[in-house]
């Protein structure tokens, strides 16, 4: 089940931090393997180069390339 965030290849993942004093985490996304461009989405993490497979929460957006929007 998605919660709205619909992406495509080259799109960022923004993870906003839900404690005070943690960072916020970025990713590229690399594939959207769900339904229209949901999630689940493979990503690379910008701060470590790590790929890995993630359901974002209510805490995540999308950033669309090029200005496109959803």
């Keep these: ?6 992406a495509v290849v080259g799109d960022r993942l923004i993870v906003h931090s839900t404690h ?6 970025e990713a590229e996304i690399l594939e959207a393997r769900g339904e229209d461009g949901g999630p ?15 359901f974002p929460g209510p805490d995540a957006e999308v950033q669309h390339v090029g200005g496109r929007t959803t």
Aim: proline residues 4%; negative net charge.
């Design 1 to 6: 089940m998605s919660n709205g965030i619909h």
């Design 20 to 25: 005070v004093g943690e960072a916020v985490r």
């Design 40 to 54: 689940p989405f493979v990503v690379r993490w910008s701060d470590t180069g790590h790929e890995g497979v993630i």
